[in-house]
């Protein structure tokens, strides 16, 4: 249901509180007492209550500035990709098939869908090509950053939608006075993927507020897959003559010089000369030789920030960020494919091979004639926050504010061919398929162009707050925060004309346009209950509603309930109990129509992709989710500098937006032949699966909410600080335990944890990060460790006698960094990242490259260096 008043209230007060903000200061007329000190509060992710304390019921993770800096990262997701909550598939440099030059974070593997990203607290604009549904972490600047919070919880009462898995809250400076450059590079051990930034960060105070302003540009060097020996060509697995499974180099049936499929199961390769021959492994084409393993980027990222005093109780504030990207990517010359009837002026250089004339073919070609396929992206993404915020007499803080951003891209994909075009040159008898001059690169011309496609995304938030203190209980001050939310997303995607017609690809790629408005309040409590009491050094009660309305579906709430109990200064339980939400974005609802190459298997074909038809679902709802935390936090007093924490996780997601998995709609929809069965089932009867004649799946698979989603498990993390050897030290292990992941769709249940797959990522059972710090008077050091444990190939499950490699095993990397202080406003920093040149590891029903770049270090012993000088 839809609720117009809630609607029309929301929007007047929002315009109300911005213009009386703006227009009246408010006067306090408390005498200030110097004789109580004051105690800073601050606003933790996961509440918006400033508290004097940051252990909070929820369980936050802070990456402060200089953690960033010692890791030599250029873009936040290279760092946040490798927390142990991170798993899954998260698109970073390393995927060269389909990333878009992309940069995400997915918290527990969930979905980077299901992450929400925010900026200061404040929504990041959905960023990237085509109608983005996730935010592009290329977009954030990496030296202006303070700190990063992740909040591994959900927290849709105080976000609102997105916010299932988690929270990436990234602080930005705000306070920062000074010039400060600072350049760096790096390039692998092999001498590819050459990077060079150049960062300026100024910032100054005045009488009454303050400016920064960040500059910075960043230029990535790609490595190819040809370039390391794990990768330089796609394995394939077959039965050799003693009856084992052993691996060779394999590639695609799509070749050079052409494939024919005939009517009763010919396979016949061409050679340069015309003739034709039985096709075997050795024919197929490695098209590992012309893709990247590490893609290349150029970016460039203005951000500034100020604030300006209106009165004594009112200052204005804004936030503005831009960033251009260029992006690349390159795969093998495209594969074409047409169907057609032998005829007599092809000529007769089939028939000796049992061909008749009037015998219907399937033709597939691989075109090295004309070159690889280049993608290119140029995105821009703005984003600019204007709010006032204040203090009233009581004390209780306000802001309103304006959230407004905007993506643009444009991607282009050169080296294309009008398959239309050729098909109907072919059916008129103006060019001959079977004729090797035909596919000479002058006789092509006509026929190879280069798609554009555009696309973007605007969303415009509209806020009003207010947060304090309430009233006093016996154990301390009720704190409160509520607020309202006006928020409009808007997305689209513009295809080229001639993939729009489907003369490029079929199916067609049909344009994606929509949007939706959404109306929200919430009200958040801290209610302390205890203080001062054996075992109860201090209880508070957290409490949370969020009401929606959206524009789509309609209107309902969600809750969060925590319990912080101190028992005394050494121990503290925490536990929260909370729904959660996330709302269809417009690319879930109202995406066109387009083609996927999925990793399938069926005895009927030797091709590993199937051409799948994805898109959007208008008729979508919410996905629904119930989240539960608990934990403890122990800091014992007979070890000074020693802090452990142990939380469980709990996620069960209902009424899933999701595909049902490509290979179980081969299974169900297809028999051993590839004759279509079961087209009596709502499944089978919406897939429209079939196989083409040259022996390629194909299928409907468009979003719907079908599934269920649940996932536990356990974070677990020890810090110890302590002086040694007249230096100090830091020691961390940091880990998450993986106990369930389970997956259904369409009555089908997988559990994953444990599990590598050959699309979606890991789910490793455990994974863990050790890090060491230590820092002398001008110099300091690190060491970490990353741990991923072995998992088994999720095409291996029901037979792994089947597989060469059924799983993985468990895989170390090694990274050290060092600061040194030459003098008060220069320093160095260098390090070595996966110091003993980790290989990442073959496994049956890999993703690419051989292994799963969503999880595993493709690039290798990476270098780099870093120079600043602080003013």
């Keep these: 249901m839809k609720s117009s008043q809630l609607s029309t209230a929301i929007k007047s007060a929002l315009f109300a509180g911005a213009a009386s903000t703006v227009a009246f200061a408010f006067p306090s007329y408390a005498q200030e007492d110097t004789s109580v000190e004051q105690v800073e509060r601050i606003q933790v992710t996961g509440s918006r209550i400033k508290r004097a304390d940051m252990e909070t019921a929820s369980p936050v993770t802070v990456i402060d500035a200089s953690e960033i800096s010692a890791s030599g990262v250029t873009s936040i997701d290279q760092l946040l990709q490798k927390t142990t909550a991170a798993s899954g598939a998260m698109t970073n440099p390393g995927i060269n098939n389909g990333s878009g030059g992309n940069a995400s974070i997915n918290l527990r593997g969930l979905g980077s869908q299901r992450t929400l990203v925010l900026v200061n607290g404040r929504r990041m604009i959905n960023s990237g090509t085509g109608a983005a549904s996730t935010v592009d972490l290329n977009t954030i600047p990496v030296t202006m950053i303070q700190r990063v919070e992740v909040l591994k919880d959900g927290a849709s009462a105080v976000y609102g939608s997105d916010a299932v898995a988690g929270v990436v809250n990234i602080i930005l400076k705000r306070d920062f006075e000074g010039l400060e450059l600072s350049t760096s590079g790096g390039v692998s051990g092999e001498g590819d993927g050459e990077e060079v930034a150049i960062d300026l960060t100024m910032g100054t105070s005045f009488d009454k507020g303050n400016i920064v302003v960040g500059v910075q540009y960043m230029d990535r060097g790609d490595v190819s897959q040809a370039d390391r020996g794990f990768s330089d060509c796609p394995i394939s697995e077959r039965t050799g003559e003693n009856g084992e499974i052993e691996l060779y180099c394999g590639g695609s049936s799509y070749t050079p010089n052409g494939h024919i499929w005939g009517p009763d199961g010919e396979s016949l390769q061409g050679n340069p000369d015309g003739s034709w021959h039985e096709f075997g492994d050795d024919d197929k084409y490695n098209y590992s030789a012309d893709s990247y393993l590490y893609t290349p980027m150029q970016k460039f990222n203005v951000t500034a920030l100020?604030?300006?005093?209106?009165?004594?109780?009112?200052?204005?504030?804004?936030?503005?960020?831009?960033?251009?990207?260029?992006?690349?990517?390159?795969?093998?010359?495209?594969?074409?494919?047409?169907?057609?009837?032998?005829?007599?002026?092809?000529?007769?250089?089939?028939?000796?091979?049992?061909?008749?004339?009037?015998?219907?073919?399937?033709?597939?070609?691989?075109?090295?004639?004309?070159?690889?396929?280049?993608f290119e992206q140029v995105v821009d993404t703005f984003r600019v926050v204007l709010g006032v915020e204040g203090e009233l007499d009581n004390g209780w803080s306000w802001d309103t504010a304006v959230n407004f951003g905007r993506n643009d891209s444009v991607d282009r994909l050169a080296n294309l061919h009008n398959m239309g075009s050729i098909q109907e040159d072919i059916n008129?008898?103006?060019?001959?398929?079977?004729?090797?001059?035909?596919?000479?690169?002058?006789?092509?011309?006509?026929?190879?162009?280069?798609?554009?496609?555009?696309?973007?995304?605007?969303?415009?938030?509209?806020?009003?707050?207010?947060?304090?203190?309430?009233?006093?209980?016996?154990?301390?001050?009720?704190?409160?925060?509520?607020?309202?939310?006006?928020?409009?997303?808007?997305?689209?995607?513009?295809?080229?004309?001639?993939?729009?017609?489907?003369?490029?690809?079929?199916?067609?790629?049909?344009?994606?346009?929509?949007?939706?408005?959404?109306?929200e309040a919430y009200l958040e409590l801290a209610l302390p209950l205890l203080a001062d009491m054996p075992f109860a050094e201090s209880v508070e009660l957290s409490t949370a509603v969020r009401y929606f309305d959206y524009s789509t579906f309609g209107s309902d709430s969600t809750w969060k309930l925590g319990l912080t109990w101190k028992l005394n200064d050494q121990l503290m339980v925490r536990s929260v109990a909370s729904t959660a939400f996330r709302a269809p974005t417009v690319d879930e609802l109202?995406?066109?129509?387009?083609?996927?190459?999925?990793?399938?298997?069926?005895?009927?074909?030797?091709?590993?992709?199937?051409?799948?038809?994805?898109?959007?679902?208008?008729?979508?709802?919410?996905?629904?989710?119930?989240?539960?935390?608990?934990?403890?936090?122990?800091?014992?007093?007979?070890?000074?500098?020693?802090?452990?924490?142990?939380?469980?996780?709990?996620?069960?997601?209902?009424?899933?937006?999701?595909?049902?998995?490509?290979?179980?709609?081969?299974?169900?929809?297809?028999?051993?032949?590839?004759?279509?069965?079961?087209?009596?089932?709502?499944?089978?009867?919406?897939?429209?699966?079939?196989?083409?004649?040259?022996?390629?799946?194909?299928?409907?698979?468009?979003?719907?909410?079908?599934?269920?989603?649940?996932?536990?498990?356990?974070?677990?993390?020890?810090?110890?600080?302590?002086?040694?050897?007249?230096?100090?030290?830091?020691?961390s292990l940091d880990t998450s335990i993986l106990d369930e992941y389970e997956v259904e769709v369409t009555g089908q249940t997988t559990d994953y944890a444990g599990l590598i797959t050959g699309g979606i990522g890991s789910y490793a059972e455990l994974k863990s990060n050790l890090t060491l710090n230590v820092s002398g008077n001008d110099w300091s050091a690190q060491y970490k460790a990353r741990y991923i444990s072995g998992m088994d190939s999720a095409a291996c499950v029901d037979d792994p006698s089947a597989c060469y490699a059924p799983d993985t095993p468990s895989v170390v990397y090694h990274d050290m960094s060092g600061t040194y202080n030459a003098t008060e406003s220069l320093t160095f920093t260098g390090g070595v990242n996966n110091l003993f040149d980790k290989e990442p590891p073959y496994y049956t029903g890999n993703n690419d490259s051989n292994t799963d770049p969503y999880t595993y270090d493709v690039m290798g012993r990476y270098f780099f260096v870093k120079a600043t000088l602080a003013f």
Aim: glycine residues 10%; charged residues 20%.
């Design 306 to 374: 100020g604030t300006y005093e209106l009165s004594d109780y009112s200052t204005l504030f804004t936030e503005v960020m831009y960033t251009k990207r260029w992006s690349e990517q390159q795969m093998a010359p495209q594969p074409v494919w047409f169907d057609f009837t032998y005829e007599e002026w092809m000529g007769d250089s089939l028939q000796e091979h049992g061909l008749e004339y009037g015998d219907s073919l399937s033709y597939g070609r691989r075109m090295t004639d004309t070159g690889e396929r280049k």
């Design 428 to 519: 008129e008898g103006n060019f001959n398929p079977l004729d090797p001059a035909s596919w000479e690169q002058e006789n092509l011309g006509q026929y190879v162009y280069t798609e554009q496609n555009t696309g973007g995304s605007e969303t415009l938030i509209l806020s009003a707050s207010l947060a304090g203190e309430l009233f006093e209980m016996p154990a301390g001050y009720a704190g409160f925060a509520a607020g309202i939310e006006h928020r409009r997303d808007e997305a689209w995607y513009v295809p080229d004309s001639l993939t729009s017609q489907g003369l490029a690809n079929d199916p067609i790629v049909e344009p994606t346009r929509g949007d939706y408005d959404v109306n």
């Design 590 to 731: 109202y995406g066109g129509a387009s083609p996927s190459f999925e990793q399938i298997s069926h005895p009927a074909t030797d091709q590993s992709q199937a051409e799948v038809t994805v898109g959007g679902n208008e008729n979508l709802t919410p996905e629904e989710a119930d989240t539960f935390t608990m934990g403890v936090v122990y800091e014992p007093s007979f070890v000074d500098g020693l802090s452990v924490t142990v939380d469980y996780f709990k996620t069960d997601i209902d009424n899933a937006i999701t595909e049902v998995d490509s290979q179980y709609i081969v299974d169900n929809c297809l028999d051993a032949n590839g004759t279509p069965i079961n087209q009596d089932s709502a499944l089978c009867e919406s897939a429209q699966i079939g196989m083409d004649q040259s022996g390629r799946v194909y299928f409907n698979n468009q979003l719907q909410n079908i599934g269920a989603e649940n996932i536990s498990g356990f974070d677990v993390n020890f810090a110890y600080s302590f002086a040694a050897a007249g230096l100090d030290w830091r020691a």
